[in-house]
């Protein structure tokens, strides 16, 4: 199932790093995987692709909470 919802901030983990901080994703895209419409920027890494970020266990509550 696909949808895509509005403007999200969600709760993001850098695996670079392992900085946790809340992030504007922009529209969010609900497929196979997620995707976000915004780039991702660390404060310490710079630009962080989505495949090098995790969502905290809050920020699982909130696309869940967004999703469902
Ligand atoms: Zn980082």
Do not use: H, P, R
């Amino acid at each position: 199932m696909k949808g895509v919802i509005k403007l999200a901030i969600l709760n993001l983990k850098c695996k670079g790093c392992g900085k946790i901080f809340d992030f504007n994703v922009g529209k969010i895209t609900f497929g196979n995987k997620l995707s976000f419409e915004n780039e991702i920027f660390c404060q310490k890494c710079g630009l962080v692709e989505i495949e090098d970020l995790e969502l905290t266990e809050l920020g699982q509550t909130q696309v869940a909470e967004l999703y469902f």
